[in-house]
């Protein structure tokens, strides 16, 4: 309990940061299963696939220097473009491929969720196999170690005693409430954002109100991909490091914030993701990072046993309320 | 059961090129031609699924008994090197069918109740193939206990941790469960790797082989010979020979599917499949859905922990890295491959699953991959598994057994019923 004071700011600017990073992802999983009822397993692989286009940007533009300040923030701005423009575009063509079939014939629930496993195995492997060998010009057997790029000096913003945040975690901060923000403006203002609440709400209803269902669907998995898009480039500004395997961890913390948030429900995903990620940092500097995974599991479970639909409930479909 | 509703009792066959057809027809035309060659393998393989089945249920008794002797028949001398040399060119053959094939066909039959049977979405399961495993590995290597009295033991342990993880958490609907469970497998191995009394992350080496039986040996001469079989001892438990180990995974088998099959025509399994159709009517019919749930959590845990045991006493040493979340994800997708609540269809997906990527070892790294691509495909193309069990071919039939986009949901009524509760 000493090293929990001892530590309490840094682990909650490192909870924050990270709790960002798992709302923005855990997005992706709310709004698939708000509008489908589908755990789109393969989205923690549209989050690597992002990761991967921001190290391919970064190998274009080139590091003349090591960025900070507004060059940092010029950076970081064009990455997200980069990785959400990569993840959103990934996200649709899986939609198209593993899952549009499934639909029109009417499968089980169970048999997407394999066709989604299916699709996060072969996305891993080509990956590992051929593009990241062929992309950065590694040894074929290199292809499932860590690739890394360093970009960012990194600076301390603000350092009031123990309260230290760093410019990268700022970024990360702000960058993702900004997605939230504007994500959450675009589903309760808009046109597109009233069809996907009504298809969350009542698909056959919202058929006979002339939703075109399979474009609402096209636009989640496009929203939800640029969304893991923008989590990614976030993610390499803070971390600087990526591997084939980068989204698997990630992408089953994520999906634990959604559902811890109450899957379905976009400010559910906010407040899932930032528990979970001061509950994982407050977690290890108790027990050790080596219980990290294991007290964010456990706090799950026990959330659960007395809110079993998530701290806020599930509902995309009453997202003004 | 009676002969029932196929189109016709000979030439169930002939109507398949039709049907591939109609289907692939609907299809873009640059994917006709290949979607047909494919409609035509998988509506074979339901024809004759069918055909058979429509076949099983005309036979009396005296004829399945008949069939059943047969099988097992071909199960033992399966691990023959002449059929090795077809099925496994690449690694050893009564190995193979001892793990993975063997193993992951009792594994997805665990798995079978809790998902195929009670509805019941289990993404960690691996968890109690990983209590079975360590239970044998501690009792072994430190109380001394020997392999047969541990298996009775590992079954309880984790038939138990099945109630614990359950107790809590059953009341849970739908992906709820799923991530529970899944949080479930992860706390299990990153556990076991972080205590020091069981290893760490080097785990548990050392832990014994069963004990001799006999030193009796399959004699010289026909068939054994030919078969490559004989000189076998199968009751001699060393480090080399798979087979010994195979013949005792094949018994826990046939044992757990007795078990299963006899508990699925009995009271239980029709609880079971009320829960499935719809917890909250089985709810006001009277059923303990809660109670019926927890037992099969514990029924599946408990085979997935036979597997462990037998799979630890084989291995020599244990390692949480044995456990990871893949291997769960895999056996599901052997299930609802196979045909998720149909024990034939669960145990083929289980054998496909284990079986295709050692098959293709000779595409070396990109085996997973394929096998991946593979995955996805035959989802696409045959969405209710390879055999199905009837109910869920009538469900896909009338398309009311699934995600549309339209929402209607079978499989998943829980969740449109917890809607419908608010």
Redesign the interface.
């Known amino acids: 309990v000493h090293s929990f004071i001892d530590q309490f700011w840094p682990s909650t600017v490192d909870g924050l940061a990270l709790g960002s990073i798992y709302a923005l992802v855990a997005l992706g999983y709310t709004m698939v ?1 708000g509008v ?4 789109n ?1 393969a989205h923690s692989e549209i989050f690597m696939i992002g990761t991967m286009a921001v190290i391919g940007a970064l190998n274009v533009i080139g590091v003349p220097s090591l960025y900070s300040g507004f060059s940092l923030i010029g950076v970081a701005l064009l990455l997200t473009v980069v990785g959400g423009v990569a993840s959103g575009a990934s996200a649709v063509l899986l939609e198209l ?2 899952y549009r ?3 029109r ?11 989604a ?10 990956f590992a ?1 051929l593009v990241i060998p062929k992309a950065f010009h590694l040894p ?1 057997e290199k292809g499932a170690l860590p690739v890394d790029k360093h970009f960012v000096q990194r600076t301390n913003v603000v350092s009031i005693g123990d309260f230290i945040v760093s410019n990268d975690k700022l970024i990360l901060f702000l960058g993702a409430i900004l997605m939230m923000v504007a994500l959450d403006q675009f589903v309760n203002r808009t046109r597109l954002g009233r069809g996907i609440r009504a298809t969350a709400q ?3 209803t919202a ?1 006979l109100m002339g939703v075109n ?2 474009r609402i ?1 096209i636009a989640t998995f496009a929203i939800g991909g640029a969304m893991a898009g923008v989590a990614a480039a976030l993610y390499m500004v803070r971390f600087e490091e990526t591997s084939y395997n980068v989204g ?1 961890l990630l992408g ?1 913390k994520a ?2 914030a959604a ?1 811890l948030g109450g ?1 379905g429900n976009l400010r559910g995903a906010l407040v899932g993701g930032i528990t979970l990620g001061l509950v994982e940092m407050y977690g290890s500097s108790i027990f050790g990072s ?2 990290q ?2 007290v ?3 706090v ?2 026990l959330v ?2 007395f809110r ?3 701290i806020l409930g599930e509902s995309l479909q009453q997202a003004r309320a | 059961m009676t002969a029932g509703d196929g189109p016709s009792r000979t030439g169930f066959l002939s109507a398949v090129p039709a049907r591939a057809w109609s289907r692939a027809e609907r299809l873009n035309p640059a994917l006709r031609w290949p979607a047909a060659g494919l409609f035509t393998v998988t509506e074979t393989s339901g024809a004759i699924g069918d055909g058979f089945r429509d076949w099983w249920g005309r036979q009396p008794g005296g004829m399945r008994w008949l069939v059943y002797l047969l099988l097992i028949l071909v199960a033992l001398v399966l691990p023959s090197d002449s059929i090795g040399s077809f099925m496994s060119p690449d690694s050893d053959w009564a190995t193979l069918l001892f793990f993975p094939i063997g193993g992951y066909i009792l594994l997805a039959i665990g798995l079978n109740v809790v ?1 195929g049977q009670a509805g019941l ?1 289990d993404l960690g399961y691996v968890a109690f193939f990983a209590i079975g495993g360590y239970t044998m590995a501690v009792l072994g290597t430190k109380a001394g206990l020997d392999f047969w009295e541990i298996l009775f033991l590992g079954v309880m342990v984790s038939a138990l941790s099945g109630i614990l993880l359950g107790a ?2 059953l ?3 739908g ?2 469960l ?3 469970t ?3 497998g ?2 299990v191995r ?2 076991a ?2 205590t020091n009394a069981i290893g760490g992350p080097n785990g548990i080496a050392g832990i014994p082989h069963p004990p001799n039986l006999t030193d009796w040996a399959v004699p010289d001469g026909f068939p054994f010979s030919s078969l490559g079989l004989s000189g076998i001892q199968p009751f001699q438990y060393g480090a080399l020979d798979a087979h010994p180990y195979y013949y005792v995974m094949l018994l826990v088998i046939i044992v757990a599917i007795i078990f299963v099959k006899r508990l699925e025509y009995s009271r239980v399994g029709r609880a079971w499949a009320s829960i499935r159709e719809d917890e909250d009517a089985a709810e006001l019919m009277g059923v303990p859905t809660f109670k019926f749930k927890l037992a099969a959590f514990a029924i599946g845990a408990a085979i997935g922990g036979a597997v462990g045991v037998v799979y630890a006493a084989q291995a020599v040493s244990l390692t949480p890295a044995n456990f990871p ?2 291997l769960s ?1 895999t056996i ?2 052997a299930v ?2 196979g045909g ?1 609540g149909n024990l034939p269809g669960v145990m083929l997906g289980a054998f496909l699953v284990a079986w295709i990527p050692e098959r293709i070892r000779f595409l070396a ?2 085996r ?2 394929i ?6 495909v035959l ?2 193309f045959r ?3 390879l055999l199905p069990s009837r109910q ?1 071919k009538a ?2 039939a009338e ?14 009524s829980s ?1 449109d019923a ?1 809607r419908m509760a608010q």
């Open positions: 299963y489908l009822r589908l755990i397993f491929v593993a079939p499934l639909r014939r009417g499968a089980s629930r169970l048999a997407a969720l394999i066709s496993i299916g699709a996060s195995i072969f996305l891993q492997q080509l196999r074929k009542d698909p056959e058929v269902i399979d669907v698997f089953i999906f634990t559902v899957i080596q219980w995974h294991v964010a599991f456990s799950l479970i659960l046993m079993p639909t998530g | 998902v979405l809590p958490t009341r849970l609907r992906d709820y799923a991530i529970v899944l949080g479930f992860e706390i990153i556990t790797q972080n979340f893949i994800a599901l997708a609802v491959l998720s790294e990109y997973i991959l096998f991946g691509g593979v995955l996805v989802m696409i969405p209710e598994g869920r469900e896909l398309g009311t057994g699934g995600m549309g986009a339209l929402g209607a949901e079978v499989g998943g969740m917890a």
